[in-house]
């Protein structure tokens, strides 16, 4: 079995952040979804990996190398613009050949990884396995009717969803799915829809089968999104203190970096802290996540992520629930005042005039 991992969408629903970064690279806990959803590919017993790019290409092309680091063998397939998931499919028919193969939504973090699915495609051997979870909001997704365990309906985005189970943005294939892409046409947008290909197959009569998700699942499409994946991956820290606290506090499940020092500090778990970090006179409380290099001096902030190399200096608001691109600087100082969220791409400035 081989897997396609797709890493070509704009993110613009996370700009300013996504100006310079593809989303798939932004660090949830620390670490860029695309290397979670990797993880998780090899977890699930796969070597072989298409990953698809687009005009971020070589962002993420230096970002992932070869695969090796992972135990994988990764080929990059160009996508010369956003042309929809089953297009993606296309241009990776011949390096999928005729084996099955888990088609990866980069942007997409399941708590249980893949393996579940794979094993459950392997023992049954259907034409398609598509995996889902339960929504509240279903209607943002594409949604999914199930009859007697086969998929019998699916719909983008419906304004009255038939159903609460949701696709999670991890499918298995097998070779049937290229007639498939290759009978439908654009959607309305323009695109060649995942979606309307399994349709095609499960009106064919093809076995299509539906998975449902054990643990939770997250997708990334906006700033609250990552901050919602960020606690929740952050729920599984343990502690490991590899730098150095003095005179302070730190409480909970805590991760410090090697080379971070904090000094009359408070940390509140769970909390990431990466490496080379300097933290004086704050407060980090609980559910944030802070990159390597980053200074965080007189400063109050919970439920955030910042990003590598930020200052944050005798700010005078409480920071929360806020996201902050890259070598951020914020040094707002004066009279303390309510709490703010922010998300601010990579060197931003706030500071005073």
């Given at each position: 079995?081989?897997?396609?991992?797709?890493?070509?969408?704009?993110?613009?629903?996370?700009?300013?952040?996504?100006?310079?970064?593809?989303?798939?690279?932004?660090?949830?806990?620390?670490?860029?979804?695309?290397?979670?959803?990797?993880?998780?590919?090899?977890?699930?017993?796969?070597?072989?990996?298409?990953?698809?790019?687009?005009?971020?290409?070589?962002?993420?092309?230096?970002?992932?190398?070869?695969?090796?680091?992972?135990?994988?063998?990764?080929?990059?397939?160009?996508?010369?613009?956003?042309?929809?998931?089953?297009?993606?499919?296309?241009?990776?028919?011949?390096?999928?050949?005729?084996?099955?193969?888990?088609?990866?939504?980069?942007?997409?973090?399941?708590?249980?990884?893949?393996?579940?699915?794979?094993?459950?495609?392997?023992?049954?051997?259907?034409?398609?396995?598509?995996?889902?979870?339960?929504?509240?909001?279903?209607?943002?997704?594409?949604?999914?009717?199930?009859?007697?365990?086969?998929?019998?309906?699916?719909?983008?985005?419906?304004?009255?969803?038939?159903?609460?189970?949701?696709?999670?943005?991890?499918?298995?294939?097998?070779?049937?799915?290229?007639?498939?892409?290759?009978?439908?046409?654009?959607?309305?947008?323009?695109?060649?829809?995942?979606?309307?290909?399994?349709?095609?197959?499960?009106?064919?009569?093809?076995?299509?089968?539906?998975?449902?998700?054990?643990?939770?699942?997250?997708?990334?499409?906006?700033?609250?999104?990552?901050?919602?994946?960020?606690?929740l991956l952050l729920e599984d820290v343990e502690t490991e203190l590899r730098g150095l606290a003095e005179e302070s506090w730190i409480a909970g499940p805590v991760r410090l970096g090697a080379g971070t020092v904090v000094r009359r500090s408070t940390v509140r778990g769970p909390a990431?802290?990466?490496?080379?970090?300097?933290?004086?006179?704050?407060?980090?409380?609980?559910?944030?996540?802070?990159?390597?290099?980053?200074?965080?001096?007189?400063?109050?902030?919970?439920?955030?992520?910042?990003?590598?190399?930020?200052?944050?200096?005798?700010?005078?608001?409480?920071?929360?629930?806020?996201?902050?691109?890259?070598?951020?600087?914020?040094?707002?100082?004066?009279?303390?005042?309510?709490?703010?969220?922010?998300?601010?791409?990579?060197?931003?400035?706030?500071?005073?005039?």
């Amino acid at each position: 079995m081989k897997a396609l991992l797709l890493s070509g969408g704009t993110g613009s629903r996370l700009r300013p952040l996504t100006y310079t970064c593809p989303k798939q690279l932004i660090p949830v806990a620390n670490k860029p979804v695309l290397y979670r959803a990797l993880e998780a590919i090899g977890a699930g017993g796969i070597a072989d990996v298409a990953v698809v790019v687009g005009e971020a290409a070589p962002a993420v092309m230096a970002s992932v190398g070869d695969g090796s680091r992972w135990g994988l063998r990764v080929t990059y397939l160009r996508q010369d613009a956003p042309r929809g998931l089953a297009h993606a499919v296309a241009i990776a028919e011949e390096f999928l050949a005729a084996d099955p193969f888990v088609l990866f939504l980069g942007d997409t973090l399941l708590k249980d990884g893949i393996g579940a699915a794979v094993t459950r495609f392997q023992a049954t051997r259907p034409d398609a396995l598509v995996v889902v979870g339960r929504a509240e909001d279903p209607g943002r997704f594409g949604v999914v009717e199930v009859k007697g365990g086969r998929v019998h309906r699916l719909e983008e985005k419906p304004r009255t969803p038939r159903s609460d189970l949701v696709l999670v943005g991890v499918y298995v294939f097998g070779p049937r799915v290229f007639d498939a892409v290759r009978a439908i046409r654009p959607s309305a947008r323009g695109e060649l829809e995942i979606t309307d290909a399994i349709q095609q197959m499960a009106d064919w009569g093809c076995t299509v089968d539906a998975h449902q998700v054990a643990g939770w699942w997250k997708d990334i499409g906006t700033p609250e999104d990552l901050l919602d994946a960020n606690r929740l991956l952050l729920e599984d820290v343990e502690t490991e203190l590899r730098g150095l606290a003095e005179e302070s506090w730190i409480a909970g499940p805590v991760r410090l970096g090697a080379g971070t020092v904090v000094r009359r500090s408070t940390v509140r778990g769970p909390a990431v802290i990466g490496e080379g970090c300097h933290i004086e006179d704050a407060h980090v409380g609980p559910f944030t996540s802070v990159g390597d290099r980053c200074t965080l001096r007189r400063v109050q902030i919970e439920n955030s992520i910042v990003l590598e190399g930020c200052v944050l200096d005798r700010v005078a608001f409480p920071v929360v629930s806020s996201v902050l691109g890259r070598e951020t600087v914020i040094g707002c100082g004066g009279t303390p005042s309510r709490g703010l969220g922010l998300v601010v791409g990579d060197r931003s400035r706030i500071c005073p005039v």
